[in-house]
């Protein structure tokens, strides 16, 4: 930074002000302060232009490529032929596992979520190993995730639940719908903790000591004040977890997909098909990836839609939660 | 506290709140029961249980009790609660059938000296071994085949190599946008930019395997023109795509938890507003970005689907135009073809289990280093 004499601060007494604030502009004009704004500016642009670039080429060859006709067949076993396939089934599997995920995720997340803000103390240990634990869960590696859905719940606890139940044959000792919902369950379990604490928060402290003078007990503070307030964060949590989850292929992979089945799931012993898992068969095993080249794009698409439409109704409510967070200060 | 507030015992509020603190503690079961189980299948190769050599000393049905629990186990490849379970007369059919295959082993591989070692040994797990047929000690990972090669090392060099790649192309960009958007976007620019770099996390893994390999892989070899066209380089920058968006919301959250009084003093003393990010604010953020950085590379480490599909041969080289398979991969594509309890089985638990720590302990560091970042910044010790 260049330092300036006495004589070029101070105003000349006939001098007017408007010659020293142009002088001023002009000497903070900085050519690598310009040239490495623009970089990063740059670097902003170029992370828009692939995530553009990918929504595009995905939109644009699989728009001409969905139908209904796509959407709504359950298809034959050759499912790589683009006239007579469709994706019934994965839709069909992908919402079942997710729905059941959600059943087990939500109740376990939000009440993790209330015992970490209204109940326990800050600057107890055990609150700090719970956040540690919830911190890693969400850095352990998907594929993990599925090593031990196989391990856990198919090995121990379906293999257990066969012996109990004297089950001949294995039932749920295999991969099956409900250990992969579970296995995505606890995969998403930090998502839905923090999005929700993130919105316990967010709720002034005087709504909570108001209820608690007029009487009310904490349980009934919390689940009548507290509870309705967070509703919305609660949701975005859920949300968030779901899209992640309707994503993943890596955890279902040994806990629950099948490459192909003649029928829809009905039971939470079957297994299912995926439209993640649809997609890298497609697009891994086609014997002629020109001809798969299309139904793979609506596959595609169909999973984008169904991801994205989620997010984007997540990032939006978290707008607002935010913007509420944000004004309470 | 000093209020005395109920004037009735409440056995309700009291079991609920027991019942919240129990829940509470599932995250932290869950991390022990993901360690345990992982490890727990892991264990026989841990402690030199299983046993691979294709030539074995047969043990004759009769001398069957002469030989300790442990013994049986490792010979028939089965589990303590399987010996225990299965009656006699199986255990005898088994052990005959061990013996028949034994004889059938072809006179040719009785001589093959790699038929006699176990290859689940650590030595062969991690050093270079010169097998039969080839001319200098070499790291071979073939699990499929007659003699079984189980060098994880190959698959260590893919892994870094891949999210090397993924790292040296996503850090830069992530964090270059981290300042732009944090410090010299306009705020309204800002609440278009911030929500528009996360949505990049939305697109799932296979989404971006996908892309990355029906199109980027041919447009990258015609710009580079290299040879194999599904390699490590493509499947790097895929691999970027996925961490940017993590690398970006941390960096981005470190940089603006600055406190704006040193932005402030920075720009009335005159700096302009790079100069203030650049020698201001990102000194004073670092170890909330170097930690962005660190947490980046766990993400990248595991990702499986991307690599997967994008490429899968297990080549020990470490030139980036070379295909490579990473731990995730191998884990993911040979779960579903190796016998369940047996050494390749094993094997790749282990490899879940290295990967697990290997994510736990860059976990803990970002943790650590975002935890005494914050609280400097707060002014706690």
Redesign the interface.
Known sequence: ?NTLTPSEYLPEKNSDTTRLTRNFRAE?F?F???F??G??????L???G??AT?LL??IVNGWSAISWHFVSTIPKKDFFDANTTGVLPMIVGTSFRVIVMTIFVI??GV??A???TE??SHTSILTR??R??????A??????????G???FI??IGKNMDDLLHHPNAVWGQPALIWASLTLA?MT??VV?VATEESLKAIPPGLREASLALGA???ETILKIVLPQALPGIMTGGILAV?RA?????PI??TGVAYYMASLPAHLSDQFMDL??H??VL??QSPN?EQT?PI?YAT?LV??ML??AL??VA?LIR?RVRKKLRALG | MGIHRGHKARPGEWLAEKFIFLVSLSAILMVLLIFLFVAREALPVFFGQTNTALVQKPIPPDEMDKHTAAELEAYLEITPDQLAKLPKSTLRTMMDIKVEAQNDIPEDFRNDPDAHINTTEWKYLVAPHRWNDYEKPEYIWQPVGQIKKFNIIPLVVGTLKVTLIGLLFAVPLAVGAAIYVSQLARPRVREFLKPAIELLSGIPSVVVGFFALLVMATTLQSIFHYQTRLNAFVAGLALGFAVIPVIFSIAEDALTSVPRAYTQAALALGASRWQTAWQIVLPAALPGVFAAAVLGFGRAIGETMIVLMVCSASVMSWSVFDSARSITTTIAAEMAEAVSGGPHYRILFMLGALLFAATFVSNMIGDFVIHRFKNKLEGKR
């Open positions: 930074m903070k900085d690598w302060s310009f490495f704004s970089l990063t500016g740059l670097a902003t170029f992370i828009l692939i995530l990918i080429n995905i109740p376990v009440i993790t209330i015992y970490l109940y326990a190993i719970i540690a634990a919830v911190n890693n869960l850095g352990v590696p998907s594929i993990v995730f599925g090593l031990f196989l391990g856990f090995n121990f606890v379990l930090p903790i007990t904490k349980l899209s309707a994503g993943e292929v890596a992979l040994f993640g898992y997609i890298f697009s891994t990836i080249r793979l595609v999973l984008l991801t994205f997010n984007i990032i707008a």
